[in-house]
């Protein structure tokens, strides 16, 4: 199955769906996430491998991207949801993929995203007691010195 197929078929289990021009990553709004997960795990497209989330901070939001893959039926795919700063909450998918869990916990120690019915959400890198996010371009550290651009 090629890619544009899948976001086709995704595109009609979630019509508020896009697909990304530049990158073919498909965008799905933060509220139809677990809607999207649960059909992308079925039968139908069989992605049993997240492999991957991450997130970036960009003007006015975080993105967090999620990769996906099928080892059964050998295909890929990206999607993405953006969160408002004033909303920083999304539904975890530890309950699909287990790998979701160390992933998840990442974000929430580094860009502060709250994600909801996480088994165990808690820092995993930075100390406990910290409320500080370091990979937000807001964060402030009387140690941490910029790197000049050139």
Request: aromatic share 12%; with cysteine.
């Amino acid at each position: 199955m090629n890619g544009a197929e899948i976001s086709g078929l995704i595109k009609i289990k979630v019509p508020d769906a896009v697909k990304e021009d530049q990158t073919g990553a498909i965008i799905i709004p933060k509220g139809l996430l677990l809607e999207a997960a649960r059909y992308i795990i079925s039968p139908a497209l069989d992605f049993d491998n997240l492999h991957c989330i991450t997130a970036v901070e960009k003007n006015d939001n975080i993105e967090l991207i999620y990769t996906f893959y099928s080892i059964k039926k050998h295909h890929g795919l990206t999607l993405k949801t953006r969160l408002a700063f004033s909303d920083l909450n999304v539904e975890s998918l530890a309950k699909f993929w287990k790998s979701a869990d160390w992933f998840e916990r990442e974000i929430y120690d580094l860009f502060g995203v709250n994600f909801l019915n996480h088994p165990n959400l808690k820092r995993i890198l930075n100390p406990d007691e910290w409320t500080v996010h370091p990979l937000r371009k807001d964060f402030v550290n009387k140690d941490f010195i910029k790197k000049p651009r050139y």
